[in-house]
Protein backbone atom coordinates (compact mmCIF):
# COMPACT_ATOMS: atom_id res chain seq x y z
CA UNK A 1 0.00 0.00 0.00
CA UNK A 2 1.29 3.62 -0.71
CA UNK A 3 0.35 4.65 2.12
CA UNK A 4 2.77 2.50 4.41
CA UNK A 5 5.54 4.02 2.34
CA UNK A 6 6.28 6.46 5.03
CA UNK A 7 8.06 4.81 7.96
CA UNK A 8 6.11 7.03 10.57
CA UNK A 9 2.62 5.49 9.56
CA UNK A 10 3.94 2.06 9.02
CA UNK A 11 5.11 2.23 12.49
CA UNK A 12 1.73 3.69 13.87
CA UNK A 13 0.13 0.72 12.11
CA UNK A 14 2.25 -1.85 13.33
CA UNK A 15 2.06 -0.67 16.86
CA UNK A 16 -1.44 -0.51 16.06
CA UNK A 17 -1.36 -4.60 15.45
CA UNK A 18 0.50 -5.55 17.87
CA UNK A 19 -1.50 -3.83 20.46
CA UNK A 20 -4.45 -5.79 18.71
CA UNK A 21 -2.77 -8.78 18.91
CA UNK A 22 -1.64 -8.74 22.19
CA UNK A 23 -5.52 -7.66 23.58
CA UNK A 24 -7.11 -10.58 21.96
CA UNK A 25 -4.34 -13.21 23.03
CA UNK A 26 -4.41 -12.17 26.50
CA UNK A 27 -8.51 -11.89 25.82
CA UNK A 28 -8.31 -15.63 24.68
CA UNK A 29 -6.11 -16.87 27.56
CA UNK A 30 -8.12 -15.57 30.25
CA UNK A 31 -11.23 -17.12 28.63
CA UNK A 32 -9.76 -20.62 28.04
CA UNK A 33 -9.07 -20.44 32.28
CA UNK A 34 -12.67 -19.81 32.72
CA UNK A 35 -12.04 -18.63 35.99
CA UNK A 36 -14.55 -16.17 38.10
CA UNK A 37 -12.60 -12.88 37.42
CA UNK A 38 -12.05 -13.34 33.48
CA UNK A 39 -14.52 -11.34 32.40
CA UNK A 40 -13.23 -8.40 34.68
CA UNK A 41 -9.39 -9.21 33.32
CA UNK A 42 -10.77 -9.42 29.54
CA UNK A 43 -12.26 -5.67 30.47
CA UNK A 44 -8.91 -4.53 31.83
CA UNK A 45 -7.12 -5.21 29.04
CA UNK A 46 -10.06 -3.44 26.61
CA UNK A 47 -9.13 -0.20 28.89
CA UNK A 48 -5.35 -1.04 28.46
CA UNK A 49 -5.48 -1.14 24.23
CA UNK A 50 -7.66 1.71 24.31
CA UNK A 51 -5.39 3.51 26.20
CA UNK A 52 -2.85 2.40 24.41
CA UNK A 53 -4.37 3.56 21.13
CA UNK A 54 -4.50 6.64 22.69
CA UNK A 55 -1.07 7.47 23.48
CA UNK A 56 -0.20 6.49 19.98
CA UNK A 57 -2.39 8.38 18.03
CA UNK A 58 -1.55 11.80 20.56
CA UNK A 59 2.16 11.04 19.56
CA UNK A 60 1.86 10.21 16.07
CA UNK A 61 -0.07 13.45 15.57
CA UNK A 62 1.85 15.46 18.20
CA UNK A 63 4.72 14.94 15.64
CA UNK A 64 2.31 15.48 12.11
CA UNK A 65 1.88 18.53 14.29
CA UNK A 66 5.12 19.70 14.49
CA UNK A 67 6.46 18.39 10.88
CA UNK A 68 3.57 20.97 9.71
CA UNK A 69 4.40 24.41 12.16
CA UNK A 70 7.90 24.06 10.26
CA UNK A 71 6.67 23.69 7.12
CA UNK A 72 4.80 26.71 7.94
CA UNK A 73 7.90 28.74 9.68
CA UNK A 74 10.04 27.62 6.32
CA UNK A 75 7.03 28.85 4.43
CA UNK A 76 6.65 32.29 6.16
CA UNK A 77 10.76 32.73 5.83
CA UNK A 78 10.37 32.71 2.49
CA UNK A 79 7.44 35.08 2.17
CA UNK A 80 9.54 37.61 4.25
CA UNK A 81 12.56 37.48 2.00
CA UNK A 82 14.53 34.60 2.86
CA UNK A 83 15.16 32.84 -0.67
CA UNK A 84 16.87 29.82 0.99
CA UNK A 85 13.75 28.79 3.22
CA UNK A 86 13.38 25.20 2.55
CA UNK A 87 11.42 22.41 4.36
CA UNK A 88 12.66 19.51 4.89
CA UNK A 89 11.95 16.35 3.01
CA UNK A 90 14.05 13.62 3.85
CA UNK A 91 11.46 10.63 4.57
CA UNK A 92 8.88 9.12 2.12
CA UNK A 93 5.63 9.34 1.53
CA UNK A 94 2.52 11.74 0.18
CA UNK A 95 3.19 14.83 2.69
CA UNK A 96 6.85 14.83 1.80
CA UNK A 97 5.95 14.42 -1.37
CA UNK A 98 3.99 17.56 -0.98
CA UNK A 99 7.00 19.26 0.51
CA UNK A 100 9.34 18.24 -2.13
CA UNK A 101 6.66 20.07 -4.70
CA UNK A 102 6.91 22.91 -2.62
CA UNK A 103 10.47 23.23 -2.70
CA UNK A 104 10.62 22.96 -5.89
CA UNK A 105 8.43 25.63 -6.61
CA UNK A 106 10.59 28.06 -4.48
CA UNK A 107 13.27 26.95 -6.67
CA UNK A 108 11.14 27.64 -9.72
CA UNK A 109 9.89 30.77 -8.09
CA UNK A 110 13.85 31.94 -7.64
CA UNK A 111 14.97 31.76 -11.09
CA UNK A 112 12.17 33.41 -12.64
CA UNK A 113 13.03 36.89 -9.78
CA UNK A 114 16.50 36.19 -10.90
CA UNK A 115 15.26 36.28 -14.53
CA UNK A 116 13.12 39.35 -13.73
CA UNK A 117 16.02 41.01 -11.84
CA UNK A 118 17.96 40.82 -14.86
CA UNK A 119 15.64 41.44 -17.46
CA UNK A 120 15.12 45.30 -15.42
CA UNK A 121 18.72 45.65 -15.15
CA UNK A 122 19.10 44.95 -18.74
CA UNK A 123 16.24 47.00 -19.71
CA UNK A 124 17.42 49.93 -16.94
CA UNK A 125 20.91 50.03 -18.41
CA UNK A 126 19.69 49.56 -22.46
CA UNK A 127 17.29 52.52 -22.22
CA UNK A 128 19.75 54.77 -19.53
CA UNK A 129 22.16 54.27 -22.66
CA UNK A 130 19.56 55.45 -25.32
CA UNK A 131 18.79 58.44 -23.37
CA UNK A 132 22.25 59.58 -22.81
CA UNK A 133 23.18 59.14 -26.47
CA UNK A 134 20.03 60.41 -27.42
CA UNK A 135 20.99 63.47 -25.57
CA UNK A 136 23.67 64.62 -27.70
CA UNK A 137 21.60 64.95 -30.95
CA UNK A 138 18.63 66.29 -29.38
CA UNK A 139 20.78 69.12 -28.18
CA UNK A 140 22.27 69.81 -31.76
CA UNK A 141 19.09 69.76 -32.81
CA UNK A 142 17.80 72.61 -30.70
CA UNK A 143 20.73 74.31 -31.64
CA UNK A 144 19.66 73.76 -35.42
CA UNK A 145 16.36 74.81 -34.94
CA UNK A 146 16.72 77.86 -32.46
CA UNK A 147 18.90 79.15 -35.45
CA UNK A 148 16.18 78.32 -38.11
CA UNK A 149 14.06 80.44 -35.72
CA UNK A 150 15.93 83.58 -36.29
CA UNK A 151 16.26 83.31 -39.78
CA UNK A 152 12.96 82.95 -40.54
CA UNK A 153 11.62 86.67 -40.18
CA UNK A 154 9.22 87.32 -43.01
CA UNK A 155 8.64 83.60 -44.11
CA UNK A 156 5.77 82.90 -42.20
CA UNK A 157 5.24 79.06 -43.17
CA UNK A 158 9.01 78.65 -42.49
CA UNK A 159 8.13 80.23 -38.47
CA UNK A 160 5.52 77.67 -38.46
CA UNK A 161 7.52 74.75 -39.64
CA UNK A 162 10.36 75.90 -36.80
CA UNK A 163 7.36 76.14 -34.36
CA UNK A 164 6.34 72.61 -34.89
CA UNK A 165 9.92 71.08 -35.41
CA UNK A 166 10.54 72.60 -31.44
CA UNK A 167 7.29 70.74 -30.77
CA UNK A 168 8.15 67.57 -31.91
CA UNK A 169 11.96 67.98 -30.06
CA UNK A 170 10.55 68.83 -26.92
CA UNK A 171 8.02 65.88 -27.40
CA UNK A 172 11.30 63.26 -27.80
CA UNK A 173 13.00 64.98 -25.03
CA UNK A 174 9.87 64.23 -22.64
CA UNK A 175 9.64 61.06 -23.74
CA UNK A 176 13.26 60.11 -23.35
CA UNK A 177 13.27 61.54 -19.81
CA UNK A 178 10.03 59.48 -19.04
CA UNK A 179 11.14 56.31 -19.72
CA UNK A 180 14.52 56.85 -18.15
CA UNK A 181 12.66 57.76 -14.81
CA UNK A 182 9.98 54.73 -15.47
CA UNK A 183 12.40 52.12 -15.98
CA UNK A 184 14.90 53.35 -12.97
CA UNK A 185 11.70 52.88 -10.56
CA UNK A 186 10.94 49.68 -12.19
CA UNK A 187 14.60 48.53 -10.97
CA UNK A 188 14.39 50.07 -7.94
CA UNK A 189 17.75 52.17 -8.52
CA UNK A 190 15.88 55.70 -7.18
CA UNK A 191 16.06 56.36 -3.35
CA UNK A 192 13.78 58.77 -2.27
CA UNK A 193 14.45 61.74 0.30
CA UNK A 194 11.93 61.98 2.46
CA UNK A 195 11.17 64.62 4.85
CA UNK A 196 7.75 66.72 5.94
CA UNK A 197 6.48 69.03 3.16
CA UNK A 198 3.67 71.56 3.69
CA UNK A 199 1.32 70.64 1.30
CA UNK A 200 0.29 73.76 0.22
CA UNK A 201 3.75 74.91 -0.77
CA UNK A 202 3.97 72.06 -3.48
CA UNK A 203 0.45 72.54 -5.14
CA UNK A 204 1.06 76.25 -5.14
CA UNK A 205 4.43 75.34 -7.07
CA UNK A 206 2.54 73.22 -9.42
CA UNK A 207 0.30 76.31 -10.36
CA UNK A 208 2.77 78.42 -11.13
CA UNK A 209 4.11 76.03 -13.51
CA UNK A 210 1.34 75.94 -15.40
CA UNK A 211 0.26 79.09 -15.16
CA UNK A 212 1.17 80.66 -18.40
CA UNK A 213 -0.01 77.32 -20.64
CA UNK A 214 -3.34 77.76 -18.48
CA UNK A 215 -3.50 81.64 -19.36
CA UNK A 216 -2.47 80.77 -22.96
CA UNK A 217 -5.21 78.35 -23.09
CA UNK A 218 -7.77 80.08 -21.26
CA UNK A 219 -8.07 77.80 -18.35
CA UNK A 220 -8.29 78.47 -14.84
CA UNK A 221 -6.33 76.52 -11.86
CA UNK A 222 -8.09 76.74 -8.64
CA UNK A 223 -6.44 75.61 -5.07
CA UNK A 224 -7.83 75.25 -2.12
CA UNK A 225 -7.38 73.13 1.29
CA UNK A 226 -5.66 74.10 4.46
CA UNK A 227 -1.92 75.46 4.92
CA UNK A 228 -0.92 73.60 7.38
CA UNK A 229 -1.27 69.79 6.33
CA UNK A 230 1.89 68.32 5.79
CA UNK A 231 3.19 65.25 3.85
CA UNK A 232 6.37 63.00 4.58
CA UNK A 233 7.71 62.49 1.30
CA UNK A 234 10.37 63.47 -1.51
CA UNK A 235 9.13 66.76 -2.61
CA UNK A 236 10.40 66.26 -6.17
CA UNK A 237 9.26 63.04 -7.13
CA UNK A 238 5.73 63.83 -5.67
CA UNK A 239 5.52 67.23 -6.81
CA UNK A 240 5.97 65.89 -10.49
CA UNK A 241 3.63 63.00 -9.96
CA UNK A 242 0.77 65.51 -9.06
CA UNK A 243 1.84 67.90 -12.36
CA UNK A 244 1.55 64.92 -14.49
CA UNK A 245 -2.09 64.36 -13.52
CA UNK A 246 -2.58 67.99 -13.73
CA UNK A 247 -1.04 68.07 -17.08
CA UNK A 248 -3.32 65.19 -18.38
CA UNK A 249 -6.67 67.90 -16.80
CA UNK A 250 -5.48 70.41 -19.10
CA UNK A 251 -4.40 68.69 -21.89
CA UNK A 252 -8.72 66.86 -21.87
CA UNK A 253 -10.24 70.11 -21.56
CA UNK A 254 -11.13 73.06 -23.66
CA UNK A 255 -10.71 77.12 -23.21
CA UNK A 256 -12.45 78.28 -20.20
CA UNK A 257 -11.95 74.95 -18.14
CA UNK A 258 -11.51 74.43 -14.73
CA UNK A 259 -8.77 72.45 -13.16
CA UNK A 260 -9.07 72.03 -9.50
CA UNK A 261 -6.59 70.79 -7.04
CA UNK A 262 -7.50 70.21 -3.41
CA UNK A 263 -6.29 69.31 -0.49
CA UNK A 264 -6.96 67.82 3.17
CA UNK A 265 -5.86 65.80 6.09
CA UNK A 266 -7.66 62.95 8.14
CA UNK A 267 -6.99 61.21 11.10
CA UNK A 268 -4.77 58.44 8.97
CA UNK A 269 -5.25 60.08 5.11
CA UNK A 270 -3.51 63.14 3.69
CA UNK A 271 -5.77 63.07 0.46
CA UNK A 272 -4.93 65.17 -2.89
CA UNK A 273 -7.91 65.65 -5.54
CA UNK A 274 -7.45 66.84 -9.03
CA UNK A 275 -10.77 67.47 -10.65
CA UNK A 276 -11.76 68.82 -14.23
CA UNK A 277 -14.90 70.05 -15.86
CA UNK A 278 -13.43 68.64 -19.01
CA UNK A 279 -14.78 66.03 -21.93
CA UNK A 280 -14.42 63.16 -19.47
CA UNK A 281 -12.66 59.50 -19.84
CA UNK A 282 -14.69 56.90 -21.85
CA UNK A 283 -15.75 53.77 -19.74
CA UNK A 284 -14.28 51.08 -22.13
CA UNK A 285 -10.79 53.54 -21.12
CA UNK A 286 -10.96 53.26 -17.87
CA UNK A 287 -8.85 50.49 -16.39
CA UNK A 288 -6.25 50.96 -19.13
CA UNK A 289 -5.46 54.49 -18.34
CA UNK A 290 -2.58 54.04 -16.17
CA UNK A 291 -1.05 51.16 -18.48
CA UNK A 292 1.93 52.55 -19.99
CA UNK A 293 1.90 53.75 -23.75
CA UNK A 294 -1.95 52.68 -23.79
CA UNK A 295 -3.45 55.09 -26.16
CA UNK A 296 -7.81 55.40 -26.47
CA UNK A 297 -9.26 55.18 -29.52
CA UNK A 298 -12.07 57.85 -28.53
CA UNK A 299 -9.62 60.36 -27.48
CA UNK A 300 -8.69 63.25 -30.07
CA UNK A 301 -5.74 64.14 -28.56
CA UNK A 302 -2.70 63.15 -31.00
CA UNK A 303 0.11 64.39 -28.44
CA UNK A 304 -0.26 62.42 -25.18
CA UNK A 305 2.98 59.78 -24.93
CA UNK A 306 0.90 57.64 -22.66
CA UNK A 307 3.94 57.47 -19.68
CA UNK A 308 2.96 60.71 -17.49
CA UNK A 309 -0.24 58.35 -15.44
CA UNK A 310 1.86 55.87 -15.41
CA UNK A 311 4.77 57.57 -13.84
CA UNK A 312 2.73 59.32 -11.41
CA UNK A 313 0.85 56.06 -10.44
CA UNK A 314 4.42 54.87 -10.07
CA UNK A 315 5.86 57.69 -7.84
CA UNK A 316 2.22 57.69 -5.76
CA UNK A 317 3.18 54.12 -4.91
CA UNK A 318 6.65 54.71 -4.17
CA UNK A 319 4.91 56.93 -1.58
CA UNK A 320 2.72 53.89 0.11
CA UNK A 321 0.09 56.25 -1.56
CA UNK A 322 -2.96 55.49 -4.16
CA UNK A 323 -4.60 56.84 -6.68
CA UNK A 324 -8.32 56.38 -7.82
CA UNK A 325 -10.07 57.49 -10.76
CA UNK A 326 -13.68 58.73 -11.47
CA UNK A 327 -15.36 60.36 -14.63
CA UNK A 328 -17.99 60.87 -16.65
CA UNK A 329 -18.38 61.35 -20.46
CA UNK A 330 -18.68 65.48 -20.66
CA UNK A 331 -18.76 66.09 -17.18
CA UNK A 332 -15.30 65.82 -16.25
CA UNK A 333 -12.89 63.60 -14.41
CA UNK A 334 -11.65 63.42 -10.85
CA UNK A 335 -8.55 61.72 -9.68
CA UNK A 336 -7.88 61.14 -5.57
CA UNK A 337 -4.88 60.24 -4.34
CA UNK A 338 -4.47 58.72 -0.74
CA UNK A 339 -1.20 58.84 1.04
CA UNK A 340 -1.67 57.07 4.92
CA UNK A 341 -0.24 58.90 7.81
CA UNK A 342 2.38 56.55 9.29
CA UNK A 343 1.30 55.64 12.83
CA UNK A 344 3.54 55.99 15.88
CA UNK A 345 2.98 53.60 18.17
Known sequence: MRILVNRKIKRLFLCVLL????????????????????IFCVTAAAVLLVCALFALMYRYFRDQ??????????????????????????????????FHEVNTLVTILNAHAENEERAKTFMKDTISDISHQLKTPLAALNIYNGLLQEEVDGHPELREFTSLSEQELDRIETLVQNLLKI??????????????????????????????????EGKSLILSGDEEVELFCDRSW???????????????????????????AFA????????????GIHPEDLPHIFKRFYRSRFSKDKQGIGL????????????????????????????TVNFLIPTKL
Not at 243 to 258: M, P, R, Y
Not at 268 to 279: E, L, P, R, T
Not at 314 to 334: D, F, K, P, R, Y
Open 65 to 98: SRIMNDAIDQIREYIDGNRNARIECDDEGDLYRL
Open 238 to 264: LTEAISNIVKNALDHTAAGAEIRITWR
Open 19 to 38: AVTVFIAVSVFFLLLKTEYA
Open 183 to 216: TRLDAGTIVFEKSPENVSDMMSYIERHFACRAEQ
Open 308 to 335: GLPLAKAIIEEHNGTVEVNSTLGVGTTF
Open 268 to 279: SVVQIIVSDDGS
